[in-house]
């Protein structure tokens, strides 16, 4: 276990659906991030949040949104997907931070096990 | 745009031979690197780094290679297992906290 949990691990949605994907860290981290993981292209950034503010939003279309309520939790609200949007959905966090660990160690990213979304 | 890429999609080697898993990357100004390890339905997995001022770092039987004249990175394993079967990326950190991954390579050890 990497301290990092994801809910549902399974999800098959319409187009027309609305879901959340959930993420929960247990490590204590100052920064959380989504990824996208397809079988056609490399790991995704999609979004990077650091103490609950979001920071980085990486040309993600508006039916993805993120909400991040504390620096524990992260949400991926998913509305309208189309079904190109079907992939695994990773959750990941790492110490961040300004004054955090020092080296490396701040930027060292623990994955969740991921959410496999299919979206028909 | 920067890009980090691997030569070999897939690997199969023998158990208890040593694996070497390479990557290029095209932005000469990143300053960290890091190897994951992807198993069949879990998330990638913190294998080792290295920062850029640094050519070598070991691990438990795990080492990476930096060349930074040619760009270029590497992952060795030694005396590989079973437990070693996964898909391996290198990701470079690009700016801020953010990393640009590779592709992955696909590890068979077989028996």
């Known amino acids: 276990e990497t301290g990092v949990t994801q809910t549902p691990r399974h999800l098959v949605m319409g187009m027309t659906n609305k879901k959340s994907l959930k993420c929960e860290q247990h490590l204590g981290h100052n920064a959380m991030y989504w990824y996208k993981q397809s079988a056609k292209k490399p790991l995704e950034l999609m979004f990077v949040?650091?103490?609950?503010?979001?920071?980085e939003n990486n040309s993600v279309p508006s039916r993805f949104s993120p909400e991040c309520p504390n620096s524990s939790h992260l949400f991926l609200h998913l509305h309208t997907l189309q079904p190109e949007d079907s992939a695994l959905y990773l959750c990941a966090s790492s110490q961040g931070g300004q004054g955090a660990a020092s080296g490396s160690k701040r930027y060292e990213q623990y994955f969740g096990p991921g959410t496999r979304l299919t979206v028909t | 745009g920067e890009s980090v890429g691997l030569h070999l999609p897939t690997l199969s080697v023998q158990e208890g031979d040593n694996s070497i898993i390479n990557c290029a990357y095209s932005n000469s100004a990143s300053d960290y690197f890091i190897w994951y390890k992807q198993e069949s339905g879990k998330g990638p997995q913190f294998i080792i780094d290295i920062r850029s001022n640094m050519d070598k770092r070991q691990g438990q039987r795990v080492t990476v290679l930096l060349n930074k004249t040619v760009k270029h990175l590497s992952l060795q394993i030694a005396a590989t297992q079973p437990g070693d079967s996964a898909v391996y990326f290198c990701a470079e950190k690009n700016y801020g906290q953010n990393f640009v991954f590779g592709p992955g390579t696909r590890l068979s050890v077989l028996p």
């Open positions: 949040y650091n103490f609950k503010e979001q920071t």
